[in-house]
């Protein structure tokens, strides 16, 4: 009996010892919440979100223009004009310059980091949406939603280097910064793999059971992606085989996904929510929480100095997506738009 009583113990305070350090593993992987929400002036659509981590800055697209918030003081200092139907932003710090795909009239606006002003414009493609530098080629690449292609150029001359064909729709970029981008394709359902030096696609592979991938992150130090898909799953693929190694649930209408390798987190921003889901292991991973933010607030950019994540959004006013109906009209009311803050 007392060795009973022993063991009985044993295995309680073993007990209590795991269910201590779950809650806080948990406590520490989660805890996100709205915190702040920080008005910005103009009205209109938005889109990608872009941090500058040297010079500590936001870029948010925002339809004819794109806002720029210091992180700092979590203020606005700042816009780049006279743009039409902005997508995405990429940033090449040490060249002082920043890209910015207008999807209306098919160009990619290079401006200066510092005064905000226009450098020149380059001719893409049809609609380019996603845009990436990348610091080993020395190239930006514009991916032409509605081309099928992309569009790449010197970063520093705007020269024009080359278009590649993709067979479908491109939509989120990302890069290894060792020679390698890639992009998902979201009619077709697949992973594209490029060699930025010699612009030949050197993968293509399915991404099933993900079905529309429309956003892409990635782990550079272990070689993973993970992709944000239509049918409310996220996805990990190896980065060099393409292999899907693992899939999680997540909300409707996912249009970007971050990974912060200081904390294994990976954001996924759904229409009005955030799944967040941990990297326990290469393979292996977990839903942490699932954060309420607004609706058609579906994009978002992590700041690795903080684990802050911020959102666009604005009031919207008009039905909720429906089966019958899954892309109802809306209005965006003028002078409500705004970045949600989330924080522990």
Same mark, same amino acid.
């Given at each position: 009996?007392?060795?009973?009583?022993?063991?009985?113990?044993?295995?309680?305070?073993?007990?209590?010892?795991?269910?201590?350090?779950?809650?806080?593993?948990?406590?520490?992987?989660?805890?996100?919440?709205?915190?702040?929400?920080? $008005?910005?002036?103009?009205?209109?659509?938005?889109?990608?979100?872009?941090?500058? $981590?040297?010079?500590?800055?936001?870029?948010?697209?925002?339809?004819?223009?794109?806002?720029?918030?210091?992180?700092?003081?979590?203020?606005?200092?700042?816009?780049?004009?006279?743009?039409?139907?902005?997508?995405?932003?990429?940033?090449?710090?040490?060249?002082?310059?920043?890209?910015?795909?207008?999807?209306?009239?098919?160009?990619?606006?290079?401006?200066?980091?510092?005064?905000?002003?226009?450098?020149?414009?380059?001719?893409?493609?049809?609609? $380019?949406?996603?845009?990436?530098?990348?610091?080993?080629?020395?190239?930006?690449?514009?991916?032409?939603?509605?081309?099928?292609?992309?569009?790449?150029?010197?970063?520093?001359?705007?020269?024009?280097?080359?278009?590649?064909?993709?067979?479908?729709?491109?939509?989120?970029?990302?890069?290894?910064?060792?020679?390698?981008?890639?992009?998902?394709?979201?009619?077709?359902?697949?992973?594209?793999?490029?060699?930025?030096?010699?612009?030949?696609?050197?993968?293509?592979?399915?991404?099933?059971?993900?079905?529309?991938?429309?956003?892409?992150?990635?782990?550079?130090?272990?070689?993973?992606?993970?992709?944000?898909?239509?049918?409310?799953?996220?996805?990990?693929?190896?980065?060099?085989?393409?292999?899907?190694?693992?899939?999680? $649930?997540?909300?409707?209408?996912?249009?970007?996904?971050?990974?912060?390798?200081?904390?294994?987190?990976?954001?996924?921003?759904?229409?009005?929510?955030?799944?967040?889901?941990?990297?326990?292991?290469?393979?292996?991973?977990?839903?942490?929480?699932?954060?309420?933010?607004?609706?058609?607030?579906?994009?978002?950019?992590?700041?690795?100095?903080?684990?802050?994540?911020?959102?666009?959004?604005?009031?919207?006013?008009?039905?909720?997506?429906?089966?019958?109906?899954?892309?109802?009209?809306?209005?965006?009311?003028?002078?409500?738009?705004?970045?949600?803050?989330?924080?522990?």
């Amino acid at each position: 009996m007392l060795e009973l009583v022993k063991r009985a113990v044993k295995n309680h305070f073993a007990l209590l010892i795991f269910c201590a350090a779950t809650i806080v593993s948990a406590a520490a992987a989660g805890g996100y919440h709205l915190v702040k929400e920080i $008005p910005v002036s103009g009205d209109g659509s938005w889109d990608y979100l872009t941090i500058d $981590p040297d010079a500590h800055r936001l870029y948010v697209s925002h339809q004819t223009q794109v806002e720029v918030l210091d992180l700092d003081s979590e203020q606005p200092v700042g816009k780049v004009t006279d743009l039409n139907g902005v997508h995405g932003i990429a940033i090449a710090s040490k060249l002082g310059r920043g890209f910015i795909t207008n999807g209306q009239s098919s160009t990619v606006t290079i401006f200066d980091l510092k005064t905000l002003k226009h450098l020149g414009e380059v001719p893409a493609g049809k609609s $380019p949406d996603g845009v990436l530098y990348d610091p080993t080629s020395g190239r930006v690449f514009a991916f032409n939603h509605h081309g099928d292609n992309v569009t790449v150029f010197g970063a520093s001359d705007g020269k024009i280097a080359g278009t590649i064909e993709l067979g479908g729709e491109p939509e989120f970029p990302v890069n290894d910064e060792k020679g390698s981008v890639w992009v998902n394709v979201e009619d077709k359902s697949t992973l594209i793999r490029i060699d930025a030096q010699s612009l030949q696609v050197t993968g293509r592979w399915p991404t099933a059971p993900c079905k529309e991938p429309a956003s892409m992150a990635i782990d550079r130090e272990r070689r993973r992606l993970f992709v944000g898909c239509g049918n409310q799953l996220m996805a990990v693929a190896d980065a060099d085989s393409g292999k899907i190694i693992a899939t999680l $649930p997540i909300g409707p209408h996912v249009d970007a996904t971050a990974f912060d390798p200081a904390t294994g987190l990976i954001f996924n921003a759904n229409n009005g929510t955030v799944t967040i889901i941990h990297q326990d292991s290469a393979d292996q991973y977990s839903v942490v929480e699932t954060v309420t933010t607004k609706y058609k607030a579906n994009t978002l950019a992590v700041d690795r100095k903080t684990q802050k994540v911020y959102l666009p959004s604005a009031t919207v006013e008009g039905p909720r997506p429906t089966p019958e109906n899954p892309r109802p009209v809306i209005t965006r009311v003028p002078g409500t738009f705004k970045i949600l803050v989330l924080d522990k």
